[in-house]
DNA sequence: CCTTTGGTTCCGAATAATGAAACTGAAATT
DNA sequence: AATTTCAGTTTCATTATTCGGAACCAAAGG
């Protein structure tokens, strides 16, 4: 179920301990890595201490646990900045919060998982670090399918047999053929349905987010609860969606000019 | 200006690339960064390849450019989540900006430099990616100084001569020696204050979180304007500071124990 | 005192990184 | 059209790191 990558080299075995680490949720022992290691002993113990000094780890001498540095913290916040959608999108996204009074998000591909970067919710004030960073998967969620509907096809191709195809709900799919023709569909209506694959009672509407070259750049969406609203009154919604991808996208191209230097920041509404 | 970590072995290397590419804030072309890297042309390319293939950057094919990737925004969930002091401090947080209406920051060493973690704003609505993850100065804000404070005097000798001293205002403390004098100083009130070192306009009040065995973990802060209030008003603050900072110790003890499944979620207030 | 558990260090062997130089392919220049 | 320049990529023999089995250490338990 943990994400593996085709870690190769030295910077990639660190980063899978690295991940590894972070899989535990908590501060770890020496040996609570190890026995879920494929290295041996001293390799791992080594590797932990190039991380500790690198700072993407830190060490406690008391309790002799390893957990997550915040230098990575820190890097997140530059590539949260500079990771050409979240932050031209912000505006956009409020917006659409504003105009619908449901939830919004934003999201992008992180392998084959969906990564959150932002999100609004009319209601309650959230906390972004919380919310923002959190992966889902992909073949379930609204986002999810926008995107993989828009992928180029080999790398589709490559992404789709790393789905769980765990079934959640009733309404989940659960194989890559009713995927595929899923993602038809999307292609064809131009936007993605949560109809509760992923949680009872939540449901969804999805674009993608397409550059100018149709090159697929993460996904937006609409969503809320089959209690308070439907999936006829979500799609009303799918034209203002369309119109903010545009939008993000066309925002997003521009931010991309090596020479624009316009900080984020001043691009709040 | 910039930040140089020893940086030795392999994943040394890859992540001194990673902040370099980092403080461009923008995409960068490969011959960007090879004009300000000590590395021969073959050698950078191969670096920025496996940071490309690890998902720690991103190749923009059409403009040719690298840019940070969406990973270590993953990454630095499980980092903010995990890292003992943010989750925990976060309902503290809330109560004492809702207590006294002014700004409250979370803020953590990250070597030689602060970084906050979290903020409060009682006015405005912050998002918090970018807002958490910045960094700034030790020397001259409120919660470095505190922070320096209380640093075992080993550590504080090897951060001390890392700190720029650049003169960001009439008030800031310049040199090592006024420092620490100021250090000391702050070690016997048990509060540091920021008197407009940083930023002209802007004062506050910050205690350091100690541990059970007075190690210091990270500090808290009362920002204020000098239009809107005064040092002395605002120090009648620390011992709602110092009480939410012992709080807020006391649960990160608590959390710290390796069998403590509780996620971080659920002690929200 | 012996054993187990958890962590750390050694050191020759295995592997990966290095970087000068050569190459490519696409402009820009003649 | 031919030539130069520039930005990026590949090669390959050399060099430096990393690997990992085994030995070691220290504390806790019997």
Redesign the interface.
């Known amino acids: 179920m943990e994400t593996e990558?085709?870690?190769?080299?030295?910077?990639?075995k660190?980063?899978s301990v690295?991940?590894q680490v972070?899989?535990?949720?908590?501060?770890?022992?020496f040996n609570?890595v190890l026995e879920e290691s494929p290295f041996p002993k001293a390799t791992l113990y080594r590797i932990l201490q190039?991380?500790v000094?690198?700072?993407?780890l830190?060490f406690?001498r008391?309790?002799q646990?390893y957990?997550?540095?915040?230098?990575?913290?820190?890097?997140?916040?530059?590539?949260?900045?500079?990771?050409?959608l979240?932050?031209v999108a912000?505006p956009h996204l409020t917006a659409l919060s504003e105009a619908t009074g449901e939830t919004i998000h934003l999201a992008?591909l992180?392998?084959p998982h969906v990564?959150y970067?932002?999100k609004r919710d009319a209601k309650r004030?959230v906390?972004?670090?919380?919310e923002?960073?959190?992966?889902g998967p992909a073949y379930c969620t609204g986002v999810g399918k926008a995107m993989l509907a828009h992928l180029p096809e080999g790398e589709l191709q490559r992404i789709l047999p790393q789905q769980s195809y765990h079934r959640f709900t009733p309404a989940t799919i659960c194989s890559q053929q009713e995927l595929t023709v899923e993602l038809e569909q999307i292609r064809q209506h131009g936007f993605a349905l949560d109809r509760e694959d992923h949680e009872p009672g939540i449901i969804c509407v999805a674009v993608p987010v397409l550059s100018r070259?149709r090159?697929m750049m993460g996904a937006i969406s609409i969503t809320s609860t089959s209690a308070r609203t439907s999936l006829g009154k979500l799609k009303k919604f799918v034209p203002d969606l369309q119109n903010a991808a545009s939008e993000i996208a066309k925002a997003a191209e521009y931010w991309?000019f090596?020479d624009?230097?316009r900080?984020?920041?001043k691009m709040e509404i």
């Open positions: 990558r085709k870690s190769s080299g030295t910077v990639g660190a980063l690295l991940d972070a899989s535990f949720e908590r501060p770890v022992r609570d190039n991380l000094t690198e700072g993407l830190t406690d008391e309790w646990t957990a997550l540095g915040v230098r990575l913290v820190r890097l997140a916040h530059s590539a949260w900045t500079q990771s050409s979240a932050p912000r992008q992180d392998g990564l970067l932002d004030r906390n972004m670090f919380s923002a960073g959190k992966v070259t090159q991309r090596p624009n230097q900080t984020p920041e």
